[in-house]
Antibody, heavy 120, light 112 residues
Framework: EVQLLESGGGLVQPGGSLRLSCAASGFTFSRYAMAWVRQAPGKGLEWVSAISGDGDSTFYAGSVRGRFTISRDNSKNTLYLQMNSLRIDDTAVYYC?????????????WGQGTLVTVSS | DIVVTQSPDSLAVSLGERATINCKSSQSVLYSSDNNNYLAWYQQKPGQPPKLLIYWASIRESGVPDRFSGSGSGTDFTLTISSLQAEDVAVYFCQQYYSTPYTFGQGTKLEI
C-alpha cells in the first residue's frame, strides 16, 4: 500500500525558513517523480514544485522559484521542500504527491498534508 | 504558463442525474509525439487530500466508479458523472501536466 506522510509544518514568521519532509513507502521510490502541491485556506490547489525520480531534474512555480528548493533522498525514500524567505501568502496546507511516471504524469497518490502558517 | 479555467464554479445536480464539468486550457495539452492529452481530473472532499479520478484526459484511475468519465482533446475537456450519487459531493479540479508549472483549474463545487 502506497503511503505518503508529510511532516515539518508549523508556525513561522515572515522571512523565516521551514523544511518539509515526505516519507514514502509501498512503492519503489526512485522510479517515480514526486511533487509538492499547496492549498491556501479555503482556496484551490496550487502546484509548487516537482522532481524527477533520479533527482536530476527539478521544476518550480514562479511564485516560489528562488525561495524554495525541492530535493529527495532515494536511500531514505524521502522527499523534501526547503522553504526560505517565507511570506504570508505561503500559508497553506502542503501536500506531497507521487507522480505516475519517472518525470511526468498525474499525481496518483497524495499525503494528508502538513499546515504551514506564516504570521508575525 | 498555461491557464486552466473550469466552468461552472459551482453546480447543483439532483441525485441520479448527470453532472458535467468543463475545463479549458489556454493552449493545447495534446502532445503530438504520443498523442496523449496531458490532463487529469481530481476529486477533493472536505478535510481530505485530492483523489485522482481521470488521467490522460479519459483514462479512469483504478477503483474509480465507471459513472465517472473524461473526454475532450486539445484545449477543451469534460468530466461527466453519469448518475450523481450522494458521495460525489465534492470539489473537482482539472490539472494540465503538459508543461510546468502544472497548473490547476480553480475548482468546481458540486452539490446535490
Amino acid at each position: 500500500e502506497v503511503q505518503l506522510l508529510e511532516s515539518g509544518g508549523g508556525l513561522v514568521q515572515p522571512g523565516g525558513s521551514l523544511r518539509l519532509s515526505c516519507a514514502a513507502s509501498g512503492f519503489t521510490f526512485s522510479r517515480y517523480a514526486m511533487a509538492w502541491v499547496r492549498q491556501a485556506p479555503g482556496k484551490g490547489l496550487e502546484w509548487v514544485s516537482a522532481i524527477s525520480g533520479d533527482g536530476d531534474s527539478t521544476f518550480y512555480a514562479g511564485s516560489v522559484r528562488g525561495r524554495f528548493t525541492i530535493s529527495r533522498d532515494n536511500s531514505k525514500n524521502t522527499l523534501y521542500l526547503q522553504m526560505n524567505s517565507l511570506r504570508i501568502d505561503d500559508t497553506a496546507v502542503y501536500y506531497c504527491g507521487k507522480v505516475q511516471g519517472s518525470i511526468v504524469g498525474a499525481n496518483d497518490y497524495w499525503g494528508q498534508g502538513t499546515l504551514v502558517t506564516v504570521s508575525s | 504558463d498555461i491557464v486552466v479555467t473550469q466552468s461552472p464554479d459551482s453546480l447543483a445536480v439532483s441525485l441520479g442525474e448527470r453532472a458535467t464539468i468543463n475545463c479549458k486550457s489556454s493552449q493545447s495539452v495534446l502532445y503530438s509525439s504520443d498523442n496523449n492529452n496531458y490532463l487529469a481530473w481530481y476529486q477533493q472532499k472536505p478535510g481530505q487530500p485530492p483523489k485522482l479520478l481521470i488521467y490522460w484526459a479519459s483514462i479512469r484511475e483504478s477503483g474509480v466508479p465507471d459513472r465517472f468519465s473524461g473526454s475532450g482533446s486539445g484545449t477543451d475537456f469534460t468530466l461527466t458523472i453519469s448518475s450523481l450519487q450522494a458521495e460525489d459531493v465534492a470539489v473537482y479540479f482539472c490539472q494540465q501536466y503538459y508543461s510546468t508549472p502544472y497548473t490547476f483549474g480553480q475548482g468546481t463545487k458540486l452539490e446535490i
